[in-house]
């Protein structure tokens, strides 16, 4: 277990809707990023949020949107659904504080359906 | 950041070491080598991370050579449990913003 958690852990939207996955980071952890993963494939970086404000970004149209809040837990917002949208969205913790070998613990995700 | 190549699979049966190689051609002076394990439905799991010569823990050993351009996960006595998909992971983490790019692994299927 690795103390952070999503929700929800299933969702089935329909194309063009919006939705908002959530995160809670692990005691301590300062900084959350968010990957989505295709079945098959390998995580791809959406983008990452420390102290609050976004801290890089992947290769992801702006409808792909997130906030931290003070607590640190973290929202990912996706506008305008589309089918290829539909796939694993996971968040994972770190603290920033570690310097350059930083561990990132991930929680096991959302799986999303865009039907 | 460095791109990574490993392979798309390996077999093994239970008892058996597995030594999986990953090639990091481009590695940057800065850059860990990181290594995560994924089961279906759940998110990665970080298990071993080095810069240089051998790492060991208490799941895997790390061996990186002088040149840093390759290193090899070797996961001791594996158990039909370690059957996972195995990332190997290469970037300034601290630096890269989270900008981490995993490939597409190496699924391990470890057989009785």
């Known amino acids: 277990e690795t103390g952070v958690t999503q929700s929800p852990t299933h969702l089935i939207k329909t194309r063009g809707q919006q939705v908002t996955l959530r995160c809670s980071s692990q005691s301590g952890h300062n900084t959350v990023s968010w990957y989505q993963q295709a079945l098959g494939q390998g995580p791809q970086f959406i983008f990452q949020?420390?102290?609050?404000?976004?801290?890089g970004r992947g290769n992801f149209p702006p409808r792909f949107s997130g906030l931290q809040f003070p607590n640190y837990s973290s929202e990912l917002n996706v506008n305008a659904l589309e089918l290829d949208d539909s796939a694993l969205y996971l968040c994972?913790?770190?603290?920033?504080?570690?310097?350059?070998?930083?561990?990132?613990?991930f929680g096991s995700g959302t799986q999303l359906s865009v039907l | 950041l460095a791109k990574t190549t490993q392979p798309i699979s390996m077999d093994s049966y239970e008892g058996q070491e597995v030594n999986i190689t990953c090639s990091h051609n481009n590695i940057a002076t800065n850059d860990y080598i990181t290594w995560y394990q994924q089961f279906p439905s759940q998110g990665p799991r970080f298990i071993i991370q080095?810069?240089?010569t051998k790492v060991t823990n208490e799941v895997a050993s790390l061996f990186i050579p002088a040149d840093r351009k390759s290193s090899t996960l070797s996961l001791p006595r594996v158990s039909l449990s370690d059957t996972a998909v195995y990332y190997c992971?290469?970037?300034?983490?601290?630096?890269?913003?989270?900008?981490?790019?995993f490939g597409k692994g190496t699924k391990l299927s470890v057989k009785p």
């Open positions: 994972a913790s770190s603290d920033r504080g570690q310097g350059i070998n930083e561990k990132l613990f």
């Open positions: 080095g810069y240089k």
């Open positions: 992971l290469v970037g300034d983490i601290g630096g890269s913003q989270g900008n981490l790019i």
């Open positions: 949020y420390y102290r609050e404000e976004e801290n």
